[in-house]
Structures are given as C-alpha cells and as structure tokens.
C-alpha cells in the first residue's frame, strides 16, 4: 500500500527543531476563541450526528480511538469520543493544540519517537497513544477550531491517500453538522427575541409562510383585526385581505415564495384591511421575507392609520378652504389660476373688500365679525353659483374668478350685483348689521397672462375703487398703471429708513395660559416714518423681503431681538423666549446657521432662548437647502416654530423631514374655534399631530376671553391682543415687571372649577 507524507508528518529532524509556532499565541488567539464560541458547544451533552462520526472514522481508518476535540484557551473538549472514557483534558501535553496549526492534516506515526510527546501523559499513560492523526475543524472565515482525531496505541507509517481524503471528508462532515447546530441555536434564539418584541409592540406583527398560513399573531393583531391568536393560527393569511384584493394578494405571495423579486419586500405601503367585523380600513405595511428551514417566511408589520388618514384629509381641506367661510382660501385661488394659465385658458377676476367691517369688529366684536364674513361669504357663493370660483384672501378681501370667460361686462355685473349682496342687512343674534364693498375687476387679454400680473392689475382697479368712494366697482385699464408708481415710492423710502435707522422692534407676549405668566415674545419690525408715523409691516414687508435691504435688515432684527432678549433673561428665575421670524432671503444667502451662531455668540444668549419661525410656503420653495440649515440650528439647540400653521401646502410631507419643534396655529382657526364646529375639528386635529411628532404647540391671535378659555385645553400658551399688543421694549419691560400671576382675563377659581 502506497503512504504519503501528510503535512502534519514528522521526519526525526522535524522533531528535534521542535514545534515551529508559538502554542499559546495560537490558543490564545482571540478571534479564533470568539469563533468557537458562537457555536455554543463546550461541555454540551453528546448528539447522535457527531457521535456516528468518530464511529466511521474508526472503521475507516481501523484504529480504536477516534474524537471530536474542540480546542479552548486552557483545556480540549471532546464533543464526540470512540473508545475513551473522558470528555476533555487539560492542554498540557496533548495532541490537538498543534493540531489546529497546521492548515492541513497533522499525522504522528511513532509519539515516543517525537520530543513535542515523548513525555506526554498520553503517551506514558492512558491511553498509550502511539499513532496519531488530526483533520483541522476550519469554520467558513477559517478559523481552525479543533480536529477530528484518529488515535491508536501502536504505531504506523502514517496515512494512505484514500485513508486521507477520508478523514477530511469526515472533518467536513463534523463542520457541516456544528454550522447546522449553530443555525439553529441562532434562529430559536431570534425566534424568542422576536416573539419578545412582537408581543410588546404596538404595532401588529405577523407571519407567515410560503402558502399563504399565519404562523404567528401578536397582541397588537388581536386588538387590530379582531381575531384571537388561536383563531388565526394556521389560517389563511386572505382572512384579513378585502375579497376584492385577495386574487392580487395571492398571486404576489406566490411569486415571492417562488423567489421572484417584489416590490412589497422592504417597502412601506398604504393599503385596505378587513377587520373580522367586515369593515376595512388604511394600514401601513412593511413587508420582510426570509428563509428558515429551507423555506420562505414572509413578515408583516402593520399600524392602523385611520386617524392619520383623517387629520390628513382635514388638514388638506384646511390648506385649501378659509376654516371660517369655507370658501377656497389664497393658495387654492393661485393654483387654479396657474393651472388656467398655463393652459392658456381666459379669465375674470373680480376682487372684493369690505367697506366698514373695521367698524362692525371694533363696536360688536370679533364674533360679530366673523359671523358677517360668514353671511357675505355664503351670499357670493349664492351669486357665483358653480361656474366661479368664491374665495377669501385674508381679513375682509374676496375674490370671484371665472375661467374661460374674460367677458368685462359679465365681470362688471358680477361685481355690482355682489355689491349689492352685501349691502343688504346682515342679522347677527337679535342686531342687524350693515356694510359696503368696493370692487376691482381685471379680465385677461388673450391667452398669454401671469397669476401676479392679473392680481395686480385687479388690486390696481380696487385701489382706484377705494380712492373714488366707497360702494364703487372700476374695470383695469392700463391707464391706472401710475397708480404702481406710488407703491414703487415705498421701495426707494425703505433705503432711506434703512439709513436713517427709522425701523425699530416691538415685541408681542407669549403667555403660558393656565396661569398668565409672560414665557417669551415675538420680535417684529415697524417703520418709524417722520411723516406718516409708525407703519405697519403689512404696508412695507413684502416690498422689503424682495429688496437687496432683506439680508441686512433680516440681520440686524436677528441680533437686536438677541440682544434684548438676553437683557430680559439675565437675572430672571423663570424660563424666557424670544420668537424671530426668517425670511426666505436668509436662506438664498446661505450662511444662516453662522449667522445665527454669531448673533448668539455675541450677546451671550443661550440657544435654547431663541425660536426661529418660518412659514411652509418658505419651506417649500427651497426645501432642501433649508431643511439642511434647520437641522444644524435644531442640533446646536435653537427652536424652529411653523408660523401660521395649517395655512400651507404640505404641512405632513414637512412634518416628517423639517426638524421643527413647536407649531403656532393660525389665527384664523383660533378666532373662530369656540364658536365653529370646523374650527374646533381642525384645532384638535393640529393638536393631535403635534402630540404625535412631539412637538410643542401655541396659539396666535387669541383676543377675547372665550377664545383664551377655549384653547386652554389644546395648548399651553397662546399670543394675542388680549395679552397685549405689540410694543416698543420699555412698554414690555414693564410689563415684565408686572407680570402678575393671576391676570384679569383668568377665569376665577369657582369658574375654572365649574
């Protein structure tokens, strides 16, 4: 029989140079350790698989001792042993921590012949070992992690290459058996964790298998779909799918049973589900697929969204519709109007405001007010009819526009008769109410129009409208276009104000409505005119944000209102902070963050101090530029507050993606919430929201009692006339001063109880 020399195989002078590796470097090695580690073999109880093994090793190889060693830091384990009593030993002496250095088999013919064994216990002693033949144990990153031995007590010439493969082949056959072992070890491990997780959370988890059957229904499944684990268990998993969906449903499983790709697996969806009352309703649903025991298992993760889904469809209605008058509001106008433009299409626009509606507000109050707008709202409704679009700009402004019809006598018509609409007697409770409207027209000339250009051109016509009397409706003609001229005078005086230092800030209170303390202010900006006396924002604003001024004077707000608010801080107990509203210029100019740094920096007020609010529209126009500067200001601490919130386009979509921390509701929700079930639906459902983002949220515009009362319960504090005005800083200053704990707006401890 022909022999070949293994690796392992020692010729005299291989045995008197001795071993060629360090042994405790190589049974110390750390990785090699962690290898045998995760296989969760040592001192486990011998299995069938392993022990037929060192059986056939025996009968192949004709020797009367064969192990499984595996090879810890200080001893060997023998997982499986033939013709040995003992289950391990200590490393002292043994065969297999050289075994597990060579990278192929290791074959001792004569053991008192080599001076690494000669003096082995094993060797003088039981059991006699003479020939010896280990097959390393190599994991799949291989790390050598013990042998196959093969052991007799007289010696031999080493093996035979038949006698080789075979040994090897068994040694893969042991790897093969611990890879499985340690397979199944992991996944009832990650079973048990699973079903840990599963059964804690809120969502519902399910699973299932290759043929459509649940294999597993947490608790969050029961409450959600109404069936009880035992009830479901080994079911269809169609149960739950409406019947109308169910042949797509199949079909899809089936294909990513079969291992086609899906683009379910690792998405998150919306779609229908079919509690076991027979109702379905919206789940988002994210779909997992793994093997386990050689076939697919597919996961799901389902949450009820019913009530998003809800506050959704509100929301959106409330950044299309006035809350009030329900009429379109400003953005649904603008997108009607560029959709009509950009097909080309002629139009009508007949703007409306009120005459002497300041008055109606000022001698009966904001309810009164409102429910005015309302009655004129529902009469030009009455007049539009379904061909036109009603809505509300804002305050008392409406607009009428009619697409696909630029008829100006049709227009004018129009505009007369909802003049004579509104001047009819409004009844409000047991008080007739009157006022007027002034109205400007302007109608497209051919197809090629601008939404700005012909809300100008009707703003123009009303401006005239205004300057004429009261009750009077003009046409636009671009003989009215010197009246621009006059607004183009604001533009040069704002650089003279700019240099003249005319502008000034005046700082609104924010109140923490359960007791009336003073928590914070809004800074805003007003023109000191040496002529025309203090201007209001809305007169100069829009003229300023699209100036080269919008930068330098955004900036110097940004600073001042630090300044001023780390002079209120400084020595205050109580927390305190200043609110700034950003312009889109500060965004364009790209260095907001440091800007805002500086200002901080400078004037020694913590981050924590300042809240920076934006608009979504804002947002919107340059998403990702701003999301990106947002989100380094909320890391170094600063607030970010969405003003005039509800108002925009995408409230959610920006929800999710701008790191904001505190939403201000619009005051045209808050004005009218005690006393209008749509109001009211839309203040809870922005509440809601916010409590699910965790986010703070404030109520601007609050200026009669009952408002205050009413949004006590939404949020903790609120800004608002009935707080204060806005005001030069010595004015707030004192009002700090006295900013007393119970203030004459709270309700008395008898009311607040009742």
């Not at 608009?615 to 003003?643: K, M, P």
Request: net charge negative; glycine share 8%; with cysteine.
């Amino acid at each position: 029989m022909t022999r070949t020399r293994s690796t392992g195989d020692a010729t005299q002078d291989d045995l008197r140079s001795g071993p060629a590796h360090d042994t405790k470097t190589v049974v110390a090695d750390a990785a090699r350790l962690r290898a045998l580690d995760a296989y969760h073999v040592l001192d486990t109880e011998p299995e069938p698989g392993f022990d037929q093994i060192v059986r056939l090793t025996c009968q192949s190889l004709r020797v009367p001792i064969a192990l499984v060693s595996l090879v810890a830091a200080d001893r060997q384990f023998f997982k499986a042993r033939r013709g040995l009593e003992i289950c391990g030993t200590p490393l002292a002496g043994s065969f297999c921590q050289y075994a597990i250095q060579a990278g192929d088999i290791m074959v001792v013919p004569d053991a008192e012949l080599d001076p690494r064994f000669a003096q082995s216990p094993f060797v003088v002693g039981e059991p006699g070992v003479r020939f010896y033949a280990g097959a390393p144990l190599i994991t799949p990153d291989g790390r050598v992690i013990g042998s196959l031995c093969a052991i007799d007590r007289v010696p031999r010439d080493g093996l035979s290459d038949e006698e080789r493969r075979t040994l090897l082949d068994l040694s893969e056959l042991v790897m093969e058996r611990l890879e499985a072992r340690r397979l199944a070890i992991a996944e009832n491990g990650g079973r048990h964790r699973f079903e840990a997780v599963a059964g804690a959370s809120i969502d519902a988890i399910i699973c299932a298998d290759s043929g459509n059957r649940i294999l597993s229904w947490n608790a969050a499944a029961e409450r959600m779909f109404g069936y009880g684990a035992d009830e479901v268990v080994g079911q269809s998993l169609s149960l739950i799918v409406p019947p109308d969906m169910r042949p797509m449903h199949e079909a899809g499983l089936a294909r990513a049973a079969a291992g086609h790709p899906t683009k379910l697996v690792g998405s998150l969806v919306t779609i229908q589900a079919l509690r076991r009352d027979g109702t379905q309703f919206p789940i988002e649903l994210s779909l997992s697929r793994w093997s386990e025991g050689g076939e697919h298992r597919f996961g799901a993760i389902a949450r009820d969204i019913t009530d998003r889904i809800e506050a959704e469809r509100r929301l959106k209605r409330a950044a299309e519709h006035d809350a009030l008058t329900d009429l379109a509001n400003r953005s649904a106008l603008v997108r009607r109007m560029d959709e009509a433009a950009a097909a080309g299409r002629e139009a009508s626009l007949v703007l409306i405001d009120l005459d002497g509606f300041k008055e109606v507000n000022d001698s009966l109050g904001h309810a009164a007010g409102d429910d005015t707008l309302v009655e004129v709202a529902r009469r030009l409704t009455d007049l539009a009819g379904e061909t036109s679009l009603v809505s509300r700009l804002g305050g008392d402004e409406f607009v009428v526009l009619s697409v696909g019809d630029a008829d100006a006598s049709c227009a004018v018509d129009v505009a007369r008769s909802a003049i004579a609409a509104i001047e009819r007697p409004i009844e409000v409770g047991e008080r007739s109410v009157y006022v007027g409207a002034s109205a400007g027209i302007a109608a497209t000339q051919g197809g090629d129009w601008t939404v700005d250009g012909l809300l100008a051109d009707a703003d123009l016509a009303l401006y005239r409208a205004k300057r004429d009397g009261k009750g009077l409706t003009r046409l636009f003609t671009p003989e009215l276009r010197p009246l621009s001229e006059e607004r183009v005078s604001i533009g040069s005086g704002l650089r003279q104000a700019w240099e003249r230092q005319e502008f000034e800030l005046y700082y609104q209170p924010q109140v923490r409505l359960k007791d009336g303390a003073i928590v914070g202010a809004e800074a805003l900006i007003r023109w000191n005119h040496p002529e025309r006396g203090v201007v209001a924002p809305g007169a100069f604003l829009s003229i300023l944000e699209g100036s080269l001024l919008a930068v330098p004077v955004s900036e110097w707000i940004l600073r001042t209102a630090c300044a001023q608010a780390e002079i209120w801080l400084r020595g205050r107990d109580a927390p305190f902070r200043m609110g700034v509203n950003l312009s889109a210029a500060q965004f364009r100019a790209g260095d907001l963050p440091d800007v805002v740094e500086r200002a901080l920096g400078d004037c020694g007020l913590p981050p924590d101090a300042l809240e920076l609010e934006i608009t979504e529209n804002i947002v919107l126009q340059h998403q990702t530029r701003i999301t990106a500067d947002l989100c380094i200001l909320r890391d170094r601490g600063v607030g970010i507050s969405f003003d005039d919130y509800g108002t925009g386009y995408a409230s959610l979509t920006m929800l999710k993606d701008v790191p904001v921390t505190r939403l201000k509701i619009d005051r045209s929700f808050v004005s009218g919430a005690a006393f209008h079930d749509g109001d009211r639906a839309i203040v809870e459902a922005i509440v809601r929201l916010a409590r699910g983002f965790d986010l703070d949220v404030i109520a601007e515009g609050i200026e009669t009692v009952q408002q205050a009362s009413f949004m006590r319960a939404y949020c903790g504090e609120a800004q608002g006339y009935l707080f204060g005005r806005p005001m030069q800083a010595a004015a707030f200053e004192a009002l700090l001063q006295r900013d007393a704990p119970s203030p004459a707006w709270l309700p008395s401890s008898d009311q607040a109880a009742a």
